[in-house]
């Protein structure tokens, strides 16, 4: 087919729009400028409410893992406790990092595919009553599951003193960030998912609680949000950060706007209704329930008739469409459908269209369009 045609449905990186490239490619300026200042200054005061808080939300020039590195190093003292929700290959690495930097880390692992419930999180609270951070991922990107995050903040709050640490990296831009609401003590977001920019920025931000913890003592130079702090009073950040990305982030953001924040969730919410009607269509088993469901990114299980692997190369082959397989545990046990970001309910069902021809040619027994209907069905049932 056409050779430069593609479809990135992968969780991550994700489609960028035209606009945004375009703003990119705007003329080099300095990051010491006056003009920088004032481009800064800007993006940053815009992702407060995408984060949903109104305290400030620090732009690092490093992927999504650096920004979560960074939550804990600074805001929780070498060698406390620090308990981590591991329902997936992020919360994997999640507690990695913590064990990595020498924090005695308890895991609370929970089965692959489900959410953590805010029952057993109150149980090991109790049980470690000397844990000084609750580390949770928001959305597992792993398995396609969002955790309830306000529910669980507040029973850490209720049951602890602990910090409320939550990587958003798959669902930021995607689903309310309501930091401030649900009492979030730091929230951390990538730039390559439902933020619509190509990978090279994270964004922290911090709550009151979890700023006065910041010290100079950081073991990180590159990560000692001290200094990002520090610079952003003068709209700058410590080093020299991704110029090009942060003009990305003023067009990003200026698009979500004009959309409006509630309508991007509502587009999230529907795509997800789409995808999961439209698999459940075609007979094949999704990996979450209902309730766990994830708007920004959907798993599918394997079934006696084939392959998840089989169907991803041919797709990729065929029509130039990324899906993610599956990770560690669940590697070649499902694939992802990547619903985030630069994504629309017709780009739903472009995809659906395209698994179902990939079914079909591997020889599993569906009706071409059944799928592709179903999620049409919703759509004009939602508008
Ligand atoms: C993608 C992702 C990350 C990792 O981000 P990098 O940008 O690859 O460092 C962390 N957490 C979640 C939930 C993710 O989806």
Redesign the pocket.
């Known amino acids: 087919m056409l050779q430069d045609q593609t479809f990135l449905r992968a969780?991550?990186p994700t489609p960028v729009p035209d606009r945004v490239k375009h703003a990119m490619n705007e003329p080099m300026i300095g990051h010491r400028s006056p003009s920088f200042a004032q481009l800064f200054a800007d993006t940053s005061e815009r992702l407060k409410p995408i984060f949903g808080t109104t305290q400030p939300v620090y732009t690092l020039t490093a992927?999504?893992?650096?920004a979560?590195e960074a939550a804990v190093t600074n805001t929780v003292p070498k060698g406390e406790k620090v308990i981590v929700v591991v329902a997936g290959a992020?919360g994997d690495?999640f507690a990695n990092i913590c064990e990595h930097n020498g924090y005695p880390t308890h895991r609370l692992e929970v089965e692959w595919g489900r959410s953590v419930s805010p029952e057993d999180l109150k149980n090991t609270l109790q049980e470690h009553p000397d844990a000084k951070a609750v580390l949770l991922?928001?959305?597992?990107?792993s398995t396609g599951v969002m955790h309830p995050i306000g529910e669980l903040s507040e029973k850490v709050h209720q049951y602890s003193e602990a910090l409320v640490l939550v990587?958003g990296?798959?669902c930021i831009g995607g689903v309310p960030g309501n930091m401030d609401h649900w009492n979030l003590d730091v929230l951390v977001t990538?730039s390559?998912?439902a933020m619509m920019l190509p990978?090279g920025l994270?964004f922290v931000s911090l709550s009151k609680r979890a700023e006065a913890k910041l010290t100079d003592g950081n073991p990180s130079f590159y990560l000692n949000l001290k200094a990002y702090q520090k610079q952003l009073e003068n709209s700058m950040t410590p080093y020299t950060p991704a110029v090009s990305l942060i003009q990305g982030v003023k067009e990003v953001s200026e698009m979500m706007k004009e959309e409006t924040l509630d309508h991007v969730f509502e587009r999230h919410h529907l795509m997800k209704d789409m995808t999961r009607a439209g698999i459940k269509a075609l007979g094949l088993p999704l990996l979450t329930s209902e309730e766990d469901a994830s708007p920004t990114v959907t798993s599918v299980k394997e079934t006696a008739e084939f392959k998840p692997d089989e169907l991803r190369s041919l797709l990729s082959k065929q029509f130039g469409l990324t899906l993610a397989g599956g990770q560690k545990e669940l590697k070649g046990k499902i694939f992802r459908i990547g619903h985030m970001g630069y994504c629309s309910p017709v780009d739903i069902l472009t995809t659906l269209s395209m698994i179902e021809m990939g079914l079909k040619q591997l020889g599993v027994e569906i009706e071409l369009g059944k799928g592709v209907k179903a999620a049409q069905e919703v759509y004009v049932q939602n508008v």
Not at 63 to 66: D, E, F, Q, R, V
Request: neutral net charge; charged residues 20%.
């Open positions: 969780p991550g992927s999504g893992t650096a979560l992020f690495r991922t928001y959305n597992e990107t990587d990296v798959s990538g390559q998912k990978p994270s």
